[in-house]
């Protein structure tokens, strides 16, 4: 983004008036040739197992697609000789037991990897350094500008983490960060038809069961993790030790901030080589768009072919000792208002029961809302009252990936 | 109705045009016998009726007689004149038919041909309708109106009249001896006597006079001759236009000698081009020539012939220079003011340069004036410019200054983004110039040079960059075949960089670079048919990679001291320009270079046939201060020769080899600003580059055209390449970030200029390929596992025209029109995934290309008036940098956020760029 805006200074400079350096969407004419490289994406840590390794093959830059490679014999060795083999839990994912192998920090781990057609690879031992723990998590309301014309400047938070200090002054990091917010349906069951017929009334001449507890599927909270990876290295620092380093930014307007907002940052520490494989992939995507860029080129991790050490395999298996930082939890500031919700409800007696004939059995219970809206023909003002349709994951907030159950650390 | 319009304006145009055809013959109307013996009523009664002429007369006039001729057929105005004279009655007609008798008075029948329009042949009259419209539009000093000499009654009767007057010097005065009047009607002309009076008899009507001499500006003046009258004509002076001679004269001739692969240009020859942000700026005229390119717009530095811009020397009256450019590529870092013109080696550089593998940039600026005092300068939206000259001592000595800078940062002032609106940008640059002829036989000269950038991103970065420089010459002629210069330099390049982006990591960082150099040159005609120079060049380069400190009390950064380093690269040279027989010459020489890398220094010592990798180092060896470290030496070759077909046209053929022991570290595509530059040493061997050129040159339709063509292959062996994904920031070990590879180039150049004519330019084609292979048994020791690659500037196809026409001496319009092939790109093959991110895989290096660049520019400069005797002169330049608007890629590039990816095409100036700026100067039009 500096250099980018390096460039409008240059060339605002020496316009006049308006600036004509632009950046526009553009997709050239690209081979559909796919090399199916090898890519290999998973860790041990020092947190308890089980351990997952996924193995695919790199997809064409037309599509992206999770390809995976299955059948696959994949083993954890350590340097002390013990092993485990990994069994394929789903298409290309790979996992320990969960009584099985733990990292233990001091040991070195290698994994080894062979392939239906014969081909193995290796990579080399790394070793499961002490973790550096987290000092402190914390956010600042922020101004995150444009990095090029297509984008506007946002208001939001940025996170930044902190360290205590490492012991060793040359300390790579690398961060993980799980977010949990909650959210709410737009609208309350009210109504849901079970397939089964009701006491009809005035305002339920559809025959559907009434709620009558409190709506479970109202209120959801969603964990994941962050698609944005951060890493850090002390070794151009006098001191071993991350002070309020940026992490992820999210602006106002994003409805993760609507309700509550919680991060827990998983520090690791890593290798020097997965660093520099971690960072190469960092400047690769976020240096392209400046004046003056480096040459991308093919960032290989650390799985060799032990034949052939010229083919190249992507991805990393990561050798990552990690500790927690305490969980942050915020809110967006008062004055944020949102209003935007794409869910509209149907009175329309067309909407309910077409969508009651339409929905299979299994699929049941359908859920319904009650509605107050200000009566346009009504001069007296009075509020019609009516029983809606509404898209089912606007009622039912399990639909959109979170859960109903709230976490423990929720109340605050 | 369209139709019937269309056809009746047809039928008009018909009838028009038969109507004219009968005009015009009526002059030549004749008659036949069946006129002959009719009484004088009822011929004029018949000749009306079948023919389109009408008769004007009063019948008491003369009195009724018969008509009688003996020939069969007759002019009839030959007819009407035998009859009437004897009445005293003239004979007039007209074109439209009309036939005027009048007794006593002529009318003058002479106008007749020329008075009205339409008896005037049509080609003739347009080109007297262009003439007028010249008088209009170009000076003013053409006057289009109409001067009345004599009246009417005066000429009455007859066909003639004298115009008499003196011709005197409306600004001096003075009477104006021998100017020649001439009339480009009837083409009569006389010449003013030495009281500066003349007399010239004319037919009576309209007539355009021209009137000229030596030293006064021509004239036309359109007058209305009716009588003898008196016409004083007031001239002004002309001005010589002795530069436009001494260029003409001084042109090169491309054809003879054995020099290829130079083009050379005088700022005078360019001064119309149009250029952006009415800069006059001549490394961007340089990239319209042949063989010259570069990565895009706004990159620093350009590439000759397929090699980096670290291979290329510039120069500017001997001090090198080492950063070219303002705003990082934005403006050239020469004030075209002060340069006089600029000669661009691309191959066969001459032996007295060395160290530089692809190209010499040779930039002359002027020297004061001796004679009097002058000032120039200039006001364009980016930068006000003042140069002033005059002697120290009346044709002995004189200085010349030359200042440039951004005025303000105003137009940062209109933009919204805070950073950018709080940012400034500014450069300046200074040149002084001194010279000193004590003697014919002697020629010295003093020159300093300081450009200075400062670029402060608001809360980001800043950049600070100076170069400095000073030369003194001395150049003694033993008489004047023979001839010694002397010269010595210092240039310094320095560069500072703060980066605040990230408040914890804030760092500051300064590095710089010292060239010293030394040069003594014979020339010397020691027999006939020979030209021997021989000479010594030293220079000695410290570099100082600088400190990386913390910038603020929170910086974490750690002091990183990259260190110091020095080299002396000496060199003998001596060559010899042989003519064996009228039609070839061969020349030939041999430049010896030494080069010391010297301490104080530690170095590493890797492993004997290993790569340079922190694994393999067995020791680090210490040098004391000035203690050799390594020496390489290297012989530089020249041999040319030139075949003269005739007087206008050769062949030449040239081979070369050069060395170079100073390179560039910079990984980025496009050179960013904060490169280091650094010494061949102990690690990393020299560059050494091969060229073979072969040339076509002739000199076409008495010298209007000059074509040459170039073909050229190039090998250089050694260039430093940056690995994948190196840091060179904090690398105290740069031969750990660095390989050395091979570059191989060729190309076909044409070129076809025309100098000189109201239109000037030239077109120019070039075809090349530039690549580069980096192999090695070791897989990390390879770029793009081992196979060569395009280097980041071949651009295979280039095409390039500059034209300007000159509608007068005031008013030019001049166009750029330039294409190019996209360069080469490296874009992504493969996509995967690492947790939810889509992660890119590129593989092959630049194996594609980004669109094509095109781009028209246009400019209209505008002279002021040409008086000779005033102030100052002045001149307006209107330009359009890209006028099409054109979004011409600079780079394309993919980015993942927030789990998508996307392509972008960013385009450094995707609208047309309109500029004003105004240059003035003291005297003249012609002044210097």
């Not at chain 2, 010279?435 to 950049?463: A, E, I, R």
Request: net charge negative.
């Amino acid at each position: 983004m500096q250099a980018n805006r390096y460039i409008q200074l240059a060339a605002i400079f020496s316009l006049i008036f308006f600036a004509s350096s632009c950046v526009e969407e553009y997709w050239p004419e690209l081979s559909t040739n796919n090399d199916q490289l090898l890519v290999i994406d998973g860790k041990i840590t020092n947190f308890p197992g089980p351990y997952t390794v996924k193995l695919s093959s790199a997809s064409s830059i037309n599509e992206a697609l999770f390809l995976p490679i299955s059948q696959a014999k994949v083993i954890i060795i350590d340097n002390q000789g013990n092993q485990e083999s990994l069994t394929e839990k789903s298409p290309g994912t790979y996992e320990t037991r969960p009584d099985g192998m733990q990292g233990i920090i001091g040991r070195s781990y290698k994994i080894k990897v062979e392939l239906n057609s014969g081909k193995a690879y290796e990579s080399q031992l790394e070793e499961l350094k002490k973790p550096v723990e987290v000092s402190e998590v914390s956010v600042e309301e922020s101004w995150q500008l444009a990095g090029n014309d297509l984008e506007f400047d946002r208001e939001g938070y940025q996170f930044y983490v902190s360290s205590k200090r490492a012991d060793i002054p040359q300390t790579y990091f690398y961060w993980e960060i799980e977010e949990t917010y909650e959210y709410h349906s737009d609208y309350e069951i009210i109504f849901l038809y079970d397939g089964k017929p009701h006491d009809s009334t005035y305002f339920n001449p559809y025959r559907l069961a009434q709620t009558l507890n409190e709506d479970t599927l109202f209120y959801c909270w969603r964990t994941q993790n962050i698609a944005e990876r951060f890493s850090y290295s002390t070794e151009y620092l006098s001191i071993p030790t991350v002070n309020k380093l940026p992490l992820h930014f999210i602006p106002f307007s994003d409805e993760r901030l609507k309700q509550k907002y919680s991060i827990l940052v998983k520090q690791y520490t890593i290798s020097e080589e997965a660093y520099t494989f971690m960072d190469k992939l960092d400047q690769q995507n976020n240096n392209q768009e400046a004046l003056f860029t480096t040459q991308p080129f093919q960032i290989r991790g650390n799985l060799k072919n032990i034949e052939d050490d010229t083919e190249p395999v992507l991805g990393y298996f990561l050798v990552a000792s990690g500790s927690y930082g305490p969980r942050l939890l915020c809110k967006a500031p008062a004055r944020i208002r949102y209003n935007n919700t794409k869910c509209t409800a149907d009175t329309s007696v067309y909407a309910i029961t077409n969508n009651i004939r339409i929905t299979p059995q299994e699929s049941l219970p359908l859920y319904f809302t009650f509605v107050y809206f200000e009566n346009p023909d009504n001069s007296m003002g009075e509020a019609i009252e009516a029983l809606a349709w509404v898209r089912q994951d606007c009622l039912d907030c399990t639909r959109k990936g979170g859960s109903n159950i709230k976490p423990e650390y929720w109340d605050w | 109705m369209k139709k019937l319009i269309f056809l009746s304006f047809l039928i008009g145009l018909w009838f028009f045009s038969a109507a004219q055809n009968s005009y015009t013959k009526d002059f030549n109307l004749t008659i036949s016998q069946s006129y002959n013996n009719l009484p004088w009523s009822q011929f004029v009664q018949k000749i009306e009726r079948n023919y389109p002429v009408h008769f004007y007369y009063q019948s008491s006039d003369f009195p009724e007689f018969r008509i009688s001729f003996d020939e069969d057929s007759i002019l009839l105005k030959k007819v009407l004149t035998d009859h009437l004279l004897q009445y005293n009655v003239f004979v007039a007609c007209d074109a439209r038919g009309n036939i005027f008798l009048t007794k006593n008075i002529s009318i003058s029948t002479q106008l007749s041909s020329r008075f009205f329009k339409a008896s005037i042949p049509e080609d003739e009259a347009e080109e007297e309708d262009k003439t007028n419209a010249n008088f209009i539009q170009t000076t003013k000093e053409f006057i289009a109106q109409t001067i009345i000499v004599g009246t009417k009654e005066a000429g009455v009767n007859k066909r003639t009249a004298t115009v008499r007057g003196i011709a005197v010097n409306g600004m001096t005065g003075q009477i104006v001896e021998g100017a020649t009047i001439v009339d480009l009607i009837s083409g009569k002309g006389v010449v003013t006597d030495e009281k500066g009076s003349y007399r010239i008899t004319l037919n009576k009507g309209k007539h355009v006079l021209k009137i000229s001499s030596v030293n006064i500006l021509e004239k036309q003046i359109e007058i209305d001759l009716r009588s003898t009258g008196t016409l004083d004509l007031l001239l002004d002076d002309k001005i010589i236009m002795l530069q436009d001679v001494i260029v003409s004269a001084e042109r090169d001739n491309k054809v003879v000698g054995t020099q290829m692969g130079l083009d050379k240009v005088s700022t005078k020859n360019v001064k119309k081009i149009p250029l952006i942000f009415g800069e006059k700026d001549i490394i961007k005229v340089a990239m319209l020539l042949p063989g010259v390119q570069t990565v895009g717009e706004g990159a620093s530095g350009f590439n000759v012939r397929g090699s980096p811009t670290d291979q290329n020397l510039f120069y500017i009256n001997n001090v090198p220079i080492y950063n070219t450019s303002h705003v990082s590529g934005f403006f050239s870092a020469f004030n075209s003011d002060v340069v006089d013109e600029f000669s661009l080696f691309k191959s066969n550089i001459p032996l007295q340069y060395g160290g530089r593998l692809s190209s010499v940039f040779e930039i002359k600026t002027k020297t004061g004036n001796k004679d009097h005092f002058t000032a120039r300068g200039g006001i364009g939206p980016i930068t006000g410019r003042l140069t002033v000259e005059g002697p120290l001592k009346k044709d002995k000595s004189s200085f010349l200054i030359g200042v440039r800078s951004t005025y303000s940062d105003w137009i940062l002032n209109f933009v919204k983004d805070p950073i950018i609106k709080n940012s400034t940008a500014q450069f300046g640059d200074v040149v002084t110039n001194f010279s000193f002829q004590p003697n014919d036989k002697n020629n010295l000269n003093v020159f300093t040079y300081l450009s200075t950038d400062k670029m402060d991103l608001y809360t980001q970065s800043k950049y600070d960059y100076q170069n400095f420089g000073a030369s003194a010459g001395w150049k003694h002629f033993f008489n004047n075949q023979n001839s010694f210069e002397l010269s010595v330099a210092h240039s310094g390049y320095q560069f500072s960089e703060e980066n605040s982006q990230l408040e914890v990591a804030s760092y500051e960082h300064n590095n710089q670079l010292g060239h010293t150099e030394l040069k003594a040159i014979f020339k010397i005609v020691p027999i006939e048919n020979h030209k021997l120079q021989f000479g010594i060049n030293s220079t000695l380069y410290t570099i100082d990679k600088g400190i990386y400190s913390p910038l603020t009390g929170v910086s974490l950064i750690d002091y990183i001291d990259l260190g110091k380093e020095k080299g002396l690269e000496s060199a003998l040279f001596v060559s010899d320009e042989w003519k064996i027989k009228e039609n070839v010459t061969l020349s030939g020489g041999l430049r010896y270079n030494l080069f010391t890398y010297f301490g104080e220094q530690d170095v590493n010592q890797y492993a004997e046939g290993l790569p340079y990798t922190e694994d393999n180092l067995i020791d680090v060896l210490h040098f004391k201060n000035w203690e050799p470290v390594k020496t390489y030496a290297g012989l530089d070759y020249r041999l040319a020769m030139n075949y003269l077909i005739n007087d206008n046209i050769s062949i030449k053929a040239a081979y070369n080899r050069l060395h170079q022991f100073i390179y560039m570290l910079s990984n980025t595509i496009a050179v960013s600003p904060n490169y280091k530059w650094k010494l061949s040493d102990y690690n990393t061997k020299p560059i050494i580059g091969d060229q073979v050129t072969l040339g076509f040159y002739g000199n076409l339709l008495q010298n209007r055209y000059e074509l040459s063509v170039e073909t050229y292959y190039k090998f250089s062996q050694n260039v430093v390449e940056i690995k994948d994904g190196a840091n060179l920031f904090f690398n105290e070990n740069t031969e750990q970030a660095t390989l050395q590879g091979n570059l191989n180039a060729y190309g076909f150049e044409v070129m076809l200029k025309k100098n000189a004519g109201t239109l000037s330019g030239w077109i120019n084609y070039t075809y090349s390929n530039s690549s580069v292979l980096v192999d090695s048994p070791f897989a990390e020791n390879r770029i793009n596992y081992g196979d060569p690659y395009p280097s980041n500037y071949d651009k295979p196809h280039a095409f390039n025209l500059v034209a300007n026409y000159d509608f007068s001496r005031r008013y030019a319009i001049s166009g750029n029109v330039v294409y190019s092939t996209g360069r080469p790109i490296t874009y992504p093959t493969s996509i995967y995934y690492l947790g939810e991110i889509p992660t890119l895989s590129y593989s092959s290096r630049n194996a594609y290309r980004i669109p094509d660049y095109f781009r028209v520019d246009l400019s209209l400069n505008i002279e002021g008036n040409l008086l000779k005797r005033k102030l100052g002169h002045s001149t307006w330049a209107l330009s359009i940098y890209n006028v099409l608007g054109r979004k011409n890629a600079f780079s394309v590039y993919f980015k993942e956020t927030e789990g998508s990816i996307q392509a972008y095409k960013l385009s450094i100036f995707g609208a047309p760029i309109f500029s004003v700026s105004y240059n003035f100067k003291l005297g003249n039009y012609a002044s210097e």
